[in-house]
């Protein structure tokens, strides 16, 4: 390879390395950008969070039925995310790579999420209709949210830089989980139809907002997501999925995204079963929500002062650890006082907002690492790897706790702490302490291999592994 391309400090302190894609960005460009991380999770993280109740006690839907739906769901966001990240690596137009396909995406994400929250309103429980809203909604946002989260790569060029936008990015998801204490009211009360209409109605807000912030978003950083006249490295070929998967760091980053997201999210879902059945305490479960992101937020000077003094996994693997922790005093502890669940909430997003930054850090090294070794750019294809590994992970969770929830004889509306109190708790956090412990285990064994391929001096590179640019 030339000399333009660029190679790795071998000494500690001599130079962070800086992506040969890497733009000069201005702030109020990178605050726009991270707005769209906003209007993404504002629908995500509201369908994450209640899309399960909504289908068992708003619609009565068999909860087994309900967690298959959802799982298929995110298999059809999954299969097409790898598609987008692709797509997003070969676009070449006037406003950049990313922006057209977050363009055509946004509206139809915000429309589908919009009717599906309004089918207790308009008196359906058809399970039919909810499937084709609900995967017209899974659609849309592969459409968007792969290209968003690749321009990460291009806009910030090193760890720590990357570490900065990941956590502004970061806020803006917290804010949109905020958002989303309003729809926990309307959505318990919408059995009713007054509760009903209020929930169509937020539904319907929050899709139009959702389009306009990621519009902002894809337009503040367009004309940054351009790739140099003289890059020289290829877009990854057609069919090259096989060849990313021998790649230790991107088989790290799989495993790691799709073992979190089978466990973490649930103790955010089970969060209003706990409030509705454990401990008959409906307003609970906002102030538990509302805890956990003020623990995320929080935290996110710990975890940036990790990133730049520890190695991206080994922060990532102190986040996890952390999450484990707390779940496991909810084990033992939750549902005995307010004060208790809410402080155990707190400190459960204090780890999950480590997790949450620090992934997208160690997915954009990994790009760069596979980059290096292979001279292919792939920034696109791997994000997209790496977010249908969370999207796979996400729908077994929901999947097998829709199983468990069944199992254990649970029925909407009828069930006691009795019937099912031990179950609810036991899938809130049994998830994310099982897998917390495999996470854990998962990054060890990486740096212990790596370490081994590496030799004495294995801080060359954030990810402990061996390859460097040639000169």
């Known amino acids: 390879m030339g000399n333009q391309q660029p190679h790795l400090a071998d000494e500690a302190g001599a130079g962070e390395w ?26 995500w993280s509201t369908a994450d969070l209640t899309l399960l109740f909504l289908f068992t006690d708003v619609m ?28 997003a690596d ?3 137009s006037p406003l950049g790579r990313s922006a057209p396909l977050i363009l055509v995406g946004a509206p139809l994400c915000g429309l589908a ?66 958002a989303v204490v309003a729809v926990i009211p309307a959505l318990m009360a919408a059995r009713g139809l007054a509760g009903a209409r209020q929930l169509a109605t937020i539904a319907g807000v929050a899709g139009g907002l959702s389009a306009v912030v990621m519009t902002i978003a894809a337009l503040a950083v367009c004309k940054a997501d351009r790739p140099a006249a003289d890059w020289r490295l290829e877009p990854a070929p057609r069919g090259s999925h096989l060849a990313l998967l021998g790649s230790p760091p991107v088989l790290l980053i799989l495993a790691v995204t799709f073992t979190l997201n089978v466990g973490l999210p649930l103790f955010g879902k089970m969060i209003v079963y706990h409030a509705t059945y454990v401990v008959s305490d409906a307003p609970r479960a906002n102030l538990m929500l509302v ?5 995320q937020i929080a935290g996110l000077p710990v975890w940036m002062l990790a990133l730049r003094r520890l190695q991206p996994t080994v922060a ?44 997208w850090v160690v997915v954009a090294d990994c790009a760069d690492i596979y980059a290096q070794s292979s001279s292919i750019v792939a920034t696109g294809l791997i994000f997209a790897l790496a977010i249908v590994s969370i999207k796979l992970g996400q729908g077994i969770g929901a999947a097998v706790s829709g199983q468990l929830l069944a199992v254990a004889g649970y029925v909407p509306r009828v069930s006691t702490r009795e019937d099912i109190g031990a179950t609810i708790t036991g899938i809130q956090t049994g998830g994310p302490v099982i897998a917390g412990l495999i996470t854990i285990a998962l990054i060890w064994s990486y740096h212990l291999l790596m370490a081994g391929r590496s030799g004495p001096n294995p801080r060359a590179n954030v990810l402990i592994v061996p390859w460097r640019w040639a000169d």
């Open 18 to 43: 800086q992506h040969p894609l890497a733009s000069s960005v201005s702030q109020p460009q990178l605050v726009g950008y991270a707005s769209g991380n906003f209007g993404k999770n504002l629908l």
């Open 60 to 87: 009565a839907i068999d909860p087994a039925v309900a967690g298959w739906v959802i799982l298929g769901s995110l298999c059809i966001n999954a299969l097409l995310d790898p598609v987008m990240g692709g797509l």
């Open 90 to 92: 070969r676009v070449r």
């Open 113 to 178: 999420f919009a009717g599906l929250y309004a089918l207790p309103a308009a008196g359906s429980s058809s399970l039919i209709t909810a499937m084709l809203l609900l995967f017209a909604f899974r659609a849309a946002f592969a459409i968007m949210d792969a290209p968003h989260n690749a321009m990460l790569a291009t806009l910030a060029g090193s760890a720590t830089k990357r570490g900065a936008l990941s956590s502004l990015r970061f806020v803006f998801s917290s804010v949109a989980t905020v």
């Open 291 to 295: 805890a956990m992101v003020i623990g």
């Open 316 to 359: 990532l693997g102190l986040a996890t650890l952390a999450v484990l922790i707390a779940a496991t005093a909810m084990a033992v502890g939750g549902g005995q006082t307010a004060t208790g669940d809410v402080s155990l909430a707190l400190c459960f997003g204090l780890g999950a907002g480590g997790i949450y930054t620090i992934i």
